[in-house]
């Protein structure tokens, strides 16, 4: 049996994360495009699990049908239950190029 395998069962000390969101967008001006989402993420290994909501935000441009750009900010509050009692806060910023290959 493959790690991955029993971790999905519960019997190996890194457990699967588990998380749950919706999202949101709509078109300022086409090509220019708003999102946000709101989430809850939770964490465990070892014992200790990290839970929390999670709020992204950002914006996405369209150069051609194909290209684009986008720019995001997530904030993640996790809290620590278990042995682990700590209040852990994750502040990302990413900023990237995006390929849309398909009609998804």
Known sequence: MTEASRSYQGTSPHA?????????SFDIIP???LFGEVGYVRLTAHGDTLDGPEFLVGAAFSFT???????DYRISHLDGNGENQSKDRLYDARVGVRL???AF
Not at 16 to 24: E, G, H, M
């Open 16 to 24: 699967a994360p588990v998380a749950a969101s919706a999202l949101s």
């Open 65 to 71: 049908k194909y290209i684009g750009a986008f720019a």
């Open 100 to 102: 849309n290959l398909g």
């Open 31 to 33: 090509p220019l495009k």
